[in-house]
């Protein structure tokens, strides 16, 4: 029974914190903590599953004249804990873009762990606007599980061709909408009531392949897949590749 009160309790504080906008800002600052937390963590082991698609995804920027003279320079939007860090030639430079400020610590911690890539700077900002990072200034973009979260995956896209050098590649992987007629595609549907509200906003019915396909790039190149989850919620996913 005190266990009940507890939970009372604790929705109780809340809503009542939530009355307030000190108190609103309080929650969000909790939430953005508890996030980077609990994301940094999930984020270990679905590079584990993920480790052969993530090597397939990055191999040709081994191979690009940057990498080979050591001066890549990637810019990676919700970066995150950094966990595509490990994926990156020696000698990359990372400009990393996230909104929320609480994944400094995981950031530095994996940029110190694979010390072979240099974090250059922690950018905190959206996709949407980055516009402290300077056009046709990086070779690279990436964004991993990124794009179910935003807002405006149109306005993310023509960011991304807004910063690349000319003929830079975007690499994308992402969970996303499902085959129409399948139980994980109507799952999802359900679902995506909640589902945002539970994730910082993510969404499970992601369409990005329409948002490439108008973006506008000379080139666009993607596989779809089921990933190895062992969740099939987000087990439909998309990587590939937008050249400019
Ligand atoms: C599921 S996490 C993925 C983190 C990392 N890319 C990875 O693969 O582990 C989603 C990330 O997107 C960030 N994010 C959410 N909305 C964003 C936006 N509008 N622009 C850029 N990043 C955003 C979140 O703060 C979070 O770091």
Redesign the pocket.
Known sequence: MAVVWWIVAFFVIIVAAALTQQGRAILRLIYMKVYAYI?SRI?KS?NKKMTPFKEKLFEDLKTHPAAVTGSLTVLE?????G??FKFYPPGTSVIA????PE?DKYLLKNAAEFGEVKLREFVIA???NMAGVADHSVDAVVC???MC???DQPK?LSEIKRVLKPGGKFYYMEHVHGTPGTWVYTKQNWLDIIWPYLS???TLRSELWTHLDAAGFSEVDYQKFDAPLKMSLIEPHLMGTATK
């Open positions: 994301l984020a679905y939007i919700g970066v995150g804990a966990a595509n873009v996230d909104p929320n994944f959206s996709g949407e991993t599980l990124v979260s935003v807002a993310v910082d906003g993510c």
